[in-house]
């Protein structure tokens, strides 16, 4: 949520083309955020193509199948909020836009974007949770793998690492 939060409203104009994107593909937004809880509706057929160019709708029943209380779990969870103030403050200008000046280009229709703003329209961010470094087992283990791939690839040149018996990694040619 902080992410879709973050690059549509409040780096608005370096992300014109993602708005014209979501605005283009808006149909998907509404359909997400009306999308009923009935897990009929969101389990998703499989198709398999027949002999004679016919298409067989398959439902897997020994897969697992979706309950109404998943559903309705990850539904409440999903960050539409702001993706839908978004579409309902910019399509209406951009639909105005677009007949007002008889535009069929998509340039200008991202140029108008840029310039656009939609601070104090959109709910304000989370704050950004910092948290302090608590090392463990894992971390170290990644870190110091990290630091010593720093230190290998940064020093290639002079190849101080070829006589040695230091081994990253290993390439398999098949």
């Known amino acids: 949520a902080v992410v879709s939060t973050q690059s549509t409203g409040y780096q608005f104009d370096g992300n014109a083309h993602l708005m014209y994107s979501i605005i283009r593909k808006r149909h998907v937004f509404h359909q997400l955020s009306n999308l009923p809880e009935d897990p009929s509706t969101v389990a ?22 979706p309950s109404r209380e998943w559903v309705a779990s990850w539904r409440k969870k999903l960050p539409l909020q ?5 579409l309902q403050v910019l399509v209406p200008q951009v ?18 974007l840029q310039n656009g703003t939609l601070v104090g329209l ?7 949770l910092m948290r302090k470094y608590q090392p463990n087992a894992a971390t170290s283990v990644w870190f110091r793998r990290y630091m010593w791939g720093l230190v ?3 020093n290639t040149a002079p190849p101080i690492w070829c006589e040695t018996t230091i081994k990253l990694f290993e390439v398999q040619k098949m």
């Open 44 to 65: 998703k057929p499989s198709r398999k193509q027949r002999a004679g160019g016919e298409e067989e709708q398959l439902y897997c029943s020994e897969e697992w199948q």
């Open 95 to 112: 639909e105005k836009i677009c007949i007002d000046k008889n535009l069929t280009d998509e340039s200008e229709i991202i140029s108008f």
């Open 152 to 154: 290998f690839l940064r």
């Open 122 to 128: 959109l709910p304000v961010p989370h704050p950004i």
């Open 82 to 86: 702001t993706i839908m103030r978004l």
